[in-house]
């Protein structure tokens, strides 16, 4: 019996939500046969073994036969670490945590999209093999030794680093999340898509390590009076550029970024070198970082007029928008997920907010008739994922369960149709609003959309 078939345990999505029954079968099956094994210690001690017996009847699990029987690990040798390579990976039986392709997008070869496996996630890092992954034209794997970076505009000394200059420069290590802006996009309309990891995946958390990007302006002796906006652009062939206000880079946050969690940037996150801009839309967070030019107004780049702009109710576009706001998702139980018992059933999730720190999180197991407050696991870091708990005894009745978070500012989630209100549906962008999933009387949980 392994653990994802425990009793009262809840299984991993999203293999259950493909085949539940599938599931079911094992989980009954694991219990038919452990009771097999008791009656036969039973039987055993009718024929004179008592003290088996007694043994039996208190302790079950001396029936067990991953107990009784030594594995070939507990007797054998284990593997060298010459069998590593010298890079660690994860166990074999984790293969189904893995980042996924929605099946809702169209997909091509190189413009894509993979999603961050969040029901299968603890804590607040994102492994950075499960980042989640956004390619306009695909991703590659730089050589360092020859990539540059040039701050170029209203500068009184142009300037090209190497990476081997950015290096040498004073660092700081923060934690963040990324989220891009289109996360949760397919939420807009009546799709509901089948798990956590396809409406809110294209999010991700990472300690990074890097210099502040207004070091190296004042190397180059920026203009900042004038120069009130950046343009950050990135050396793969989507020509990926983005205007970055002076004032968010004059905080001190936006960081030239080459590490994250405590090795460089994997190739798909931008390696070697990526602006990490605390709080703004995945977009805006540059990879593979060429250049930065000083300049007096925005500068209406093609990410940021033809793509990344809010279609509103009233037929226009708002432009330039940048903060991911005050956000939260239930992880555990999510889409795809089942229930196999009722009972005690911990709830956890994650919650974010552009502009700081989470304050608090309300969790709704009455599909938001009523909310409790969850526990809040530190650390709690400002524009950084907060991990949230909260214990919940289902009673076995179909029933929403839903996160609803605040962030310092005061600034509280959004439900559907208070966001809706504002920004209409027909958008793809900046979709923050409570999620809620239903769970079913036969304990599989479900993406539903209530109003
Ligand atoms: N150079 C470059 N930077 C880029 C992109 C890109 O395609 N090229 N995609 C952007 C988008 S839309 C997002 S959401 C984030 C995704 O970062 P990730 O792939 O590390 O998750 O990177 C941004 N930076
Ligand atoms: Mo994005």
Known sequence: MTSQTQPGRLL???ENFIDPDGVRRVFAEAKEGRRDFIRGAFAAAAAGVAATAARAADAPADGDPNILNLPEYSRALGQGVAQNNGYGVPSKYEANVRRRISPGLTQT????????PLQSLFGIVTPSGLHFERHHQGWWDMDPTKHRLMINGLVKTPMVFTMDDIMRLPSVSRFHFVECGANSAMEWGNVAVPTVQYTHGMLSCSEFTGVPLIKVLEMAGADTKKGRFLLAEGADGSGQSRTIPMELVESGEVLLAYGQNGEMLRPEQGYPL??????????SWIKYLRRIKVGDMPFGAKDETVGYADLMPDGQHR???SIQECKSVVTTPSGGQVLL????HPITGLAWSGRGKIQRVDVSVDGGRSWRPARLQGPVMSKCLTRFNFDWVWDGKPTIIQSRAI???GYVQPTKPQLAAVRGTRGIYHNNAIQSWL???NGEVKNVHVS
């Open 12 to 14: 991993k999505a999203p």
């Open 109 to 116: 070869t190189q413009a894509s999209v993979a999603f961050a």
């Open 274 to 283: 990526r602006l990490v801009v605390p709080g703004v839309q995945g977009v």
């Open 319 to 321: 432009q330039y928008t």
């Open 341 to 344: 018992e009722k009972g005690f």
């Open 407 to 409: 962030d310092e500012t």
């Open 439 to 441: 769970v079913q009387e």
